[in-house]
């Protein structure tokens, strides 16, 4: 499962919606006029795709920042395209990429979600982070690759790191 994270501007966070919810439901529609000579498509977007969307509207002209985090597997090699979710929508013409990097880091989500899961722990100990690894794990069922928390205590996941600024395609 890859972890998206949006961010506006200056760098300032614009929404965290984004950061969970990947299997949600698509949206879509298709409006045609009485005489059936236009027929207008609208894509089907994920609520996420929805989501970066409309916070790359309410911020013309703006650079968003996006980020994606995705388990090193197999020869270890980062994956060199986009992820699904934003390549669709470059398909679709709604957002344009202006700069991507990708590298290797300790994942940055689940420190967020652990530090989360403490935040009302007075001294976290290993057993809650036991009973957070299981709930994190459990949390990405039905996802196809699993960036799964180590055993020993704060064992947090290398992970690839695509981050990539973008801009909504105005119409022109």
């Not at 916070?55 to 985090?69: D, I, M, R, V, W």
């Not at 069922?141 to 928390?149: A, F």
């Not at 055993?151 to 395609?169: G, I, K, L, P, T």
């Amino acid at each position: 499962m890859q972890h998206p994270q949006v961010k506006a501007g200056s760098g300032a966070k614009a929404g965290s919606g984004a950061k969970a919810g990947l299997c949600d439901g698509n949206i879509g529609a298709s409006i045609s006029t009485k005489r059936g000579q236009c027929m207008v498509h609208i894509p089907s977007l994920t609520q996420v795709q929805l989501e970066i969307l409309r916070l790359a509207k309410e911020n013309p002209g703006e650079t968003l920042q996006l980020s994606f985090e995705s388990p090193v597997m197999g020869d270890g090699e980062p994956r060199t395209k986009n992820p699904s979710l934003i390549q669709e929508m470059i398909d679709f013409g709604l957002v344009e990429i202006q700069k991507s990097r990708v590298y290797c880091e300790i994942s940055r989500f689940q420190r967020e979600c652990w530090f989360e899961y403490c935040a009302d722990i007075e001294l976290p100990s290993i057993y809650a982070w036991e009973l957070w690894r299981k709930e994190f794990i459990n949390s990405q069922e039905g996802s196809t690759t699993l960036i799964t928390p180590g055993e020993e205590f704060e064992d947090f996941s290398y992970v690839w790191v695509q981050e990539m600024e973008f801009q909504a395609v105005q119409p022109g």
